[in-house]
C-alpha cells in the first residue's frame, strides 16, 4: 500500500517561509517522479513543483518560480517543498503526489499521478 505523509503547513505572514515535508512508502520512490500540487478555494489543482528521480531540471509553476524549491532524498524517501517570499495567493491546501512507473502524461498535469498525500493547510496572512 502506498502511503504519502504530508507535514510543515501552517499559517505565516506574508514574506515568511515554510517547510512542507512528504514521506513515502509503499512504492519504489528512487524511480518515481514526485510532485507538489495545491489547491486554493474556488480554484483547479495545480501543480507548484515537481523533481524527477534523478533531481535533474526541477518543474516550476511560473507563479512560484523562483520562491519555492523543491528536494527528494532518496535514502529516506522524502520530498521537499521549500516556500520562501510567501504571499497571500499561496494560501492553499498543498499535496504530495507520486507518479505509477508507466506513467506518460506530462508533469505538470494531475492524471500522471497515481498516488496522493492527504494534504496540508498552508495560509498566508497578509
Known amino acids: 500500500q502506498v502511503l504519502l505523509v504530508e507535514s510543515g503547513g501552517g499559517l505565516v505572514q506574508a514574506g515568511g517561509s515554510l517547510r512542507l515535508s512528504c514521506a513515502a512508502s509503499?512504492?519504489?520512490?528512487?524511480?518515481?517522479?514526485m510532485a507538489w500540487f495545491r489547491r486554493a478555494p474556488g480554484k483547479e489543482r495545480e501543480c507548484v513543483a515537481a523533481i524527477s528521480w534523478s533531481a535533474g531540471s526541477p518543474y516550476y509553476s511560473d507563479s512560484v518560480k523562483g520562491r519555492f524549491t523543491i528536494s527528494r532524498d532518496n535514502a529516506k524517501n522524502t520530498v521537499s517543498l521549500q516556500l520562501n517570499s510567501l504571499k497571500p495567493e499561496d494560501t492553499a491546501v498543498y499535496y504530495c503526489?507520486?507518479?505509477?512507473?508507466?506513467?506518460?502524461?506530462?508533469?505538470?498535469?494531475?492524471?500522471?499521478?497515481?498516488?496522493w498525500g492527504q494534504g496540508t493547510q498552508v495560509t498566508v496572512s497578509s
Open positions: 503526489a507520486a507518479d505509477h512507473p508507466s506513467a506518460s502524461a506530462p508533469i505538470a498535469t494531475p492524471r500522471r499521478y497515481a498516488y
Open positions: 509503499g512504492l519504489t520512490f528512487s524511480s518515481s517522479v
